[in-house]
């Protein structure tokens, strides 16, 4: 059993380094393809999805 | 050369119980003290010329039959045996008995030895040719340590076959079990005589192949006391191996941390005048290189907010191709004082990771959005190529943690059910409700 937990752990081990190498991450990114090249001269032509996000005005 | 040394036939003779008559067949020959008969279930004293009847005993409601039959021969770790015996023997807890078998095997040459089965499990037992030493909780044999488990007064309440010693119907031994798996150290108490004896544990598949029995064995019911864990000592080493594996990962950390670039690609200062009306909140940033191979960014963002939130809608945007990375970010801090104390929320920066940005010309889109009360907030955005993310070795120590505890689980669980029948269980219940 300790063999195969090594090969796992190695497994792991290796998925983690793979990861790393390739800049995985668990953050939300949502990709959208041929943004025009327009936006940098209008920024206000491109709106993001996260523009309807509701914001949290709180604190306690 | 020399050969090995041939099993003798069976020695046999023929007798007859003086009660009912019925045929008696004397395996051990002299070394017989008892002799019970299959017929009548009397005990006849096997050394008396008359067989003379020491007891009777009524099995109507406890007949037992041996599920290895008397007279079976079977080769036990390189020796052939013959069953020449068979009793069930009791112990009663709490008012409820409990009962294993025994089978007296016998070999001319190498004398007596036992097996045992109790709900399936068998047990392998010969006299100890040395004296153990024993306190309460411990017993020391040939170097090795055995943990108590058991004191119980059993009695014997079925006998068939012959024995070498004079057998009773409830006759009672002090029977103390001391367990070190799969090997289990018994004494036996009777008058003034001790017996110390070694059983291993074996499996019945193994029993029923040594003595060429139909069918198959009972299933073992349970764990049994000195039964082996199918993890045993795999407990300690899984541990070892997961100190070998997270010594691996920060081996991983290091060498990932000293090939990162961690390259501030891009940062600048700003100020979000959201009382200017009808001017558009969102600008672009200047372009900026991400160099080297696929890998992510982080993007930073700390803002001079006070019981304040501002929120930016950002999107990393290839000058080049025209692919976007759309995400937000929000920014607040709080804080105040009530009847529980002063208390915060939130902090006044941020970051994110965007996940395997390919190299190339970038900017950024940013679109601020706040309270329009809040007035001008002050924010900075830094943008850090090929960074370590530290949630990934989390969740990999996590990985490589659960089967650890997994194992570690199973082995407590298994030693748990094992100890649960002694008289030092791991877990106490208490029973009065």
Known sequence: MSKGYLAYGFMVLGLLAY???????????????????????????YRSVYGSYHHYTGGK | ???????????????????CGAALVLRSMDRAVS????NCHSILDAKDPNLRIVQRFEAALGEDRPLIPLGTRGKIRGTDYEVIGFQRRTITEDGIDYSWHEYL???????????????????????????????????????????????????????????????????????????????????????????????????????????????????????????????????????????????????????????SSRDVVFRQNYAFLQNTPGQ???????????????????????????????????ALINDESGQAYDFGREVSYYHGYDS???????KRDDSVYVPSVPPGRYYLRVEPESEKQFGPIQYSVTVTRDVPVMS????????????????????????????????HPLVKFNNSD
């Open chain 2, 105 to 259: 095997l016998f070999n001319p040459f190498k004398g007596f030895r036992y097996l045992t089965e109790y709900n399936g499990h068998w047990n392998d037992v010969s006299q100890v040719t040395g004296l153990p030493t024993a306190d309460g909780m411990h017993a020391q044999y040939l170097g090795k340590s055995y943990k108590h488990f058991q004191t119980a007064t059993a009695r014997t309440t079925f006998v068939l076959g012959e024995f070498p010693w004079q057998v009773r119907i409830n006759e009672k031994a002090l029977c103390y079990d001391y367990v070190s798996a799969p090997f289990m150290l018994s004494s036996e108490v009777m008058a003034n005589e001790t017996t110390w004896s070694l059983g291993e544990y074996v499996s019945g598949s193994d029993i029923w192949k040594d003595f060429k029995l139909p069918g198959s064995p009972p299933a073992p019911i349970g764990v049994y006391e000195d039964q082996p864990s199918p993890l045993g000592a795999k407990a300690g080493a899984i541990w070892l191996t997961f100190v070998l594996l997270a010594s691996a990962l920060l081996v991983v950390f290091i060498a990932d941390a000293a090939i």
């Open chain 2, 340 to 346: 529980d104390g002063s208390w915060t929320e939130g």
């Open chain 2, 392 to 423: 990934l070795y989390l969740v990999a120590l996590i990985a490589l943690l659960f089967p650890a505890l997994l194992i570690s689980w199973r082995t407590f669980n298994f030693e748990q059910m094992r100890w649960a029948e002694s008289d």
């Open chain 2, 280 to 314: 558009e909140p969102s600008f672009v940033t200047p372009v900026f290189e991400l160099k080297g191979r696929t890998s992510n960014i982080e993007v930073e963002t700390t803002a001079s907010i006070n019981n304040q939130w501002i929120y930016l809608n950002y």
């Open chain 1, 19 to 45: 990861g790393q190498f390739r800049g995985y991450s668990f953050s939300t990114v949502n990709e959208v393809k041929n943004v025009p090249r327009s936006v940098r001269d209008n920024p206000g032509s």
């Open chain 2, 35 to 38: 002799i019970v008969c299959e």
């Open chain 2, 1 to 19: 050369m020399s050969t090995p040394p041939v099993p003798p036939k069976p020695m046999t003779r023929a007798l007859n119980c003086p009660q």
